[in-house]
């Protein structure tokens, strides 16, 4: 028995009908087979975003680790109560060097007139006693990678 009468339609396209432009040859091949192209791309995007989504979140854990082992101690946590001795580092950039509410201030970082930026912190951070003479903070960050992350979890508070 012939089949001409029933129109073929295979698994991965649309028929010709259903197809937008598919009066216009030139067009309508740009959405052949759309059906199953675009289920793959979706899943290629989301296997793509889920390792970029968890290494950033492990970056900020990292970066949060940093500032416990080597700023915690003198400069305390998140809240601006929680600094023992050096000045709360919650909200830093962007403010006056020496006018933080908490902690102690030497003169040199008083009378510096610094506001606190990125490039500001990443130059005191890299060596506090070469780039402010007579400041209260004894040691620096040498490692670049490191005082990267540090800068991005200081911005973050």
């Keep these: 028995m012939p089949l001409s009468h029933v129109r073929r339609v295979t698994?991965?396209?649309i028929p010709?009908?259903?197809r937008p432009f598919a009066?216009?040859?030139r067009r309508a091949g740009r959405y052949a087979g759309s059906t199953v192209k675009a289920p793959i791309l979706l899943v290629v995007a989301l296997a793509l975003v889920g390792p970029i989504g968890?290494?950033?979140?492990d970056e900020a854990a990292s970066?949060?680790?940093i500032y416990?082992?080597?700023c915690r101690t003198c400069h305390g946590g998140s809240a601006?109560?929680?600094s023992p001795i050096g000045p709360g580092l919650t909200g830093i950039i962007g403010s006056k060097a020496g006018t933080q509410a908490t902690g102690i201030h030497s003169r040199a970082v008083i009378d510096s007139g610094i506001v606190w930026n990125r490039e500001a912190l990443r130059r005191f951070l890299s060596n506090p006693q070469r780039e402010l003479p007579g400041t209260l903070m004894p040691v620096g960050v040498e490692d670049p990678a490191v005082l990267e992350r540090l800068l991005d979890y200081l911005e973050s508070l």
């Design 16 to 18: 010709t009908e259903r």
């Design 11 to 13: 698994a991965h396209r």
């Design 63 to 65: 970066a949060r680790k």
């Design 68 to 70: 416990e082992q080597r």
């Design 54 to 57: 968890a290494s950033r979140a």
């Design 23 to 25: 009066d216009d040859s």
């Design 80 to 82: 601006p109560a929680d």
